[in-house]
């Protein structure tokens, strides 16, 4: 049997689907969250039923891809748990009139009850079940209150007996609806509305953002600086360290198996930064290095998704984004990406045409780095101030806007209108918040620790066989003479192929001038995506646009780092 969650976007479809099931999937409130479907399993009438979390959806007159992919589910369901959102219901109804009309058993869901009540939204719950024909469930997801109602009354989902009525008689029942069940008292908009309305204002939203983009990274640094200098760092030098040398010593200090494992002692003792061996620098960089900074950017992610914040900055970043040939929404991909590039080039799927997925992917991998690559390029470059860190940085921007005007102009297509949803600033669920920084923690272990420990494998036995030093030579004129570093640079531009960050963290042994760690960051970060990040480009934009935006990285890459040269 197939129970299909339905409902508009943002209403709470995938909290409601993890409590009923326990199986946990991110709950964000921003739009495009469950594109993709996901599948649980929930005990119905004593045997086990698929629970679908089907993509948000306003009508099933489709209109963008999510709502083509909820109309098709829909045929497949045999019974539906219909979520509205207790605070919009006239907008949400029109969903469920449409749901109504397919004749299949279903239950209703309001949900967010408790913010309605404390709007001043009052809906009399029995005539609604009445007018409607079905259950209705008042929820709050988050809490989880109501939900093992919702459950218990699963088996009360009818098929009302009611007439098809056209989009025109849809209104107007909703309409007699609403007078009928809902009563709203009138009451003065607290603080917290009043900044819900001025979030999305051109001047105080734009001082807002700044506001919460300088107070987020200064939390990220202070946390990730911290988790390194107070954790990490003393448990690798004083406990992790010791234990490897001994392995050293047994490996007899050199050879082969040593290079892989160990890597090269520094003075006759681990470096974990340079000694470049599986059990050295492949577990140091993605643990102590990365780990630290990818931690607390999620953990302010999450909160920022779970107030509320992010649809408005979509709102209010819909302008700029409109001469890029993107609508607002867009920013959320590049937000994504600060994190980590394979989310960000995921989540471009939430814009609706082919063009703008392929604007907001390449730019995104131009012009983001992610908080990785970040974190050893302020630990790079930082070290020669301030200044030289506002290149870097003020370089990625106006390469980022750069690169989105020229594909705009060049790139066939219209720049759509803004549609989502803005949900109200809420406090974040604190058990929510922390399974959503689990998952993507967990997820970015999985990832990052296999690509890494590969990437210096791979380095390792290209040093063994002499092939780093044949790229070397290949690509010193251009590494040489258009960007002034050295030639030993080659190497980092080859492991930033699997690891961007390893490859910025590979610069620092080099003994670099200011100027060349300001080209050597600038030049990894806009040349080519990491491994990663250019498997999930090809999955979603495919081989042929995939390889045209990898050309468009290289040939920024080459005037980007030649400029700096020339004006340094």
Known sequence: MKILLMGNPNVGKSVIFSRLTGVYVTASNYPGTTVEFTKGTLKFKGEKAE???????????????????????????DLIINVLDATNLERNLYLTFQILALKKPTIVALNIWDDAKHRGINIDLGKLEKLLG????????????????????????????????????????????????????????????KLEDASVQPLFGALLFLAVLTISFLIIRFIGEGLISYIFNPFFEGIYAPLIMKLSSVLGSGGIFHDILIGKLINGSIDFGQSFGLLTTGLYVPFAMVLPYIFSFYLMLGVLEDVGYLPRLAVLADNVMHKLGLHGAAIIPMI??????VPGALS??????????????????????????????????????????????????????????????ITKGESPEIFLEIPHYRIPNINALAKKLWMRLSGFLLEAIPLVLIGVLFVNILYMIGFIELISNIGAPVVTHLWGLPESAVSALIVGFLRKDVAVGMLGPL??????????????????????????????????????????????????????????
């Open 134 to 193: 079905v259950p209705v469930v008042p929820t709050v997801a988050v809490s989880g209150e109501g939900i093992k109602e919702l459950f218990n009354r699963l088996e009360e989902a009818t098929v009302p007996s009611r007439p098809t009525y056209t989009k025109e008689e849809r209104w107007v029942q909703i309409g007699r609806i609403i007078d009928e069940v809902q009563c709203v008292t009138h009451r003065h908009h607290t603080l917290i509305e």
């Open 348 to 409: 471009t799927r939430i814009l609706e045409s082919k063009r703008e997925r392929f604007i907001a992917a390449t730019i995104m991998a131009i012009g983001i780095p992610c908080m990785a690559q970040t974190a050893m390029i302020i630990g790079l470059v930082g070290s020669y101030g301030g200044r030289y860190l506002a290149i870097v940085f003020g370089t990625l921007f106006i390469v980022w806007f750069s690169s989105g005007l020229i594909l705009n102009m």
């Open 51 to 77: 629970l679908i979390d089907v993509p948000g959806t306003y009508t099933l007159e489709p209109t963008c891809e999510a709502e083509r992919v909820a109309t098709e589910m829909v045929k497949e369901g």
């Open 511 to 568: 003994g670099l001038t200011a100027k060349q760690a300001v080209i050597g960051s600038t030049v990894l970060a806009v040349y080519f995506p990491c491994i990663a990040t250019f498997v999930v480009l090809i999955k979603e934009l495919g081989i042929k646009d995939t390889f045209k935006s990898a050309v468009m990285m290289i040939t920024v890459a080459l005037l980007i780092g030649s400029i700096l040269n020339l004006i340094l």
């Open 336 to 341: 994504l990406g600060l994190g980590c590039n």
